[in-house]
């Protein structure tokens, strides 16, 4: 006989448990909860260009002298109330970004990646002290390559038939986060916790390519473990309570997480 408890429905019956369905799939992912994470705030890294318009002439001057731009941006996860949320920026009030940015025509592909890493959300000087404070990045894998075909806002997950010489490449990789870490976030930007109902179809709000993170990482299974070490829920699992997006770290105004979610009116959240 079934009962109603505290607005969940549950079974005297235990549950019948489906025979192993995991064939071919990446190895299982170990989340950790968010309140593993210290998060700290440092000087403001003011964005490059004063426009979309200038930002698209930069990319054609880099171009014109070094072909192709690289850039590397990161899906950092942890999880809150055993549901995934990805880690992003907020710039200005305005538009969302994974941490990351272009490389160097000279680096290397995962060591400017990971230089990038630490300009945006690594502490600096002796702002904090003990675990987690210079941990290596562990980069995973390659989720996505989107191309910028033209001089333009637009990213595609393909390379258009019509293009031979795409303008810029951007790869997302799955960023393997230890157990506990120091993260810290330019002044002039917020770090969201971001969950992944929020970011499932919300084109409108977070662009094609943030929007598109939970079909990404359905690949994955997880395990999500408390902060003992302990695993407490497993794929497909799930949490008791309803997640929200969450402001970690930045902003000087004291908007909060919905006051201040709105797209950039030059360009959709992310595609630049």
């Not at 201040?260 to 595609?271: H, L, P, W």
Request: hydrophobic share 35%.
């Amino acid at each position: 006989m079934s009962t109603i408890t505290s607005g969940a429905l549950q079974s005297g019956y235990p549950p019948i448990i489906p025979p192993d369905f995991s064939a071919n799939q990446p190895k299982t992912i170990r989340l950790y909860p968010l309140s593993n994470y210290t998060f700290g705030t440092k000087e403001n890294q003011p964005e490059e260009d004063p426009s979309v318009l200038a930002r698209l002439q930069r990319l054609q001057e880099h171009y014109e002298k070094h072909g192709m731009r690289r850039t590397c941006e990161g899906i950092l996860v942890c999880h809150e109330h055993c549901h995934p949320h990805i880690l992003m920026l907020q710039i200005a009030n305005a538009f969302f970004k994974l941490p990351g940015d272009y490389l160097q025509p000279e680096e290397d592909e995962i060591g400017g990646f990971k230089a990038r890493l630490n300009e945006r959300l690594a502490p600096v000087g002796n702002q904090f002290s003990g675990e987690g404070v210079n941990d290596e990045w562990e980069i995973g894998d390659t989720l996505a390559q989107w191309w910028r075909p033209n001089f333009e806002t637009f990213l595609y997950p393909f390379i258009p038939a019509h293009v031979t010489r795409p303008k810029e490449v951007k790869k997302l990789y799955f960023i393997h986060l230890p157990r506990s870490k120091v993260l810290s976030v330019p002044k002039n930007m917020k770090l969201l916790a971001v969950p992944l109902f929020e970011l499932y179809d919300n084109t409108a709000r977070y662009g094609p390519q943030l929007s598109a993170i939970p079909h990404l990482l359905s690949r994955y299974n997880f395990e999500f473990v408390d902060e003992n070490g302990k695993v407490i829920a497993l794929t497909p699992g799930s949490g008791s309570m309803n997640p929200s997006t969450k402001v970690l770290a930045g902003g000087t105004n004291g908007e909060s997480a919905d006051e201040s979610m709105k797209v950039e009116e030059d360009g959709v959240a992310g595609d630049l």
